[in-house]
């Protein structure tokens, strides 16, 4: 019975966040990413990157990967229903990373 409950609960969240959900612009999208590379980047004592300096590496429905190609990426929900930043990392994106590749899939599935 509890379990029902709290199914019932989150689908009920989950409509009412959906219902007030918007897209987010392609400036505010880098402007996550950016402050989410130069976190990491301060921990390593270099040079934080301007938003301008970051381009889209790859872009779905639900997500788009924002970084360099030299390095540092952060994965960027494409709609405000979700927090904004999903995930990073100070390596280069890797498209033959089966693993993040299935992240990639179901977080394009959920969002």
């Not at 897209?23 to 989410?36: L, S």
């Not at 979700?82 to 498209?95: F, I, T």
Request: aromatic letters at 8%.
């Amino acid at each position: 019975m509890k379990r029902k409950a709290m199914i019932l609960t989150v689908a009920l969240a989950t409509m009412a966040v959906a219902a007030t959900a918007a897209p987010r612009t392609k400036g505010q999208m880098k402007e996550a990413a950016a402050k989410a590379i130069n976190e990491q980047r301060l921990k390593m004592r270099m040079a934080p990157k301007k938003a301008s300096e970051l381009k889209t590496l790859k872009s779905e429905a639900g997500y788009e990967i924002i970084g360099m190609e030299s390095g540092y990426f952060a994965v960027i929900a494409t709609d405000d229903a979700a927090p904004a930043v999903l995930g990073g990392s100070g390596k280069r994106y890797n498209a033959g990373n089966t693993n993040f590749q299935w992240w990639l899939k179901a977080i394009n599935l959920y969002f």
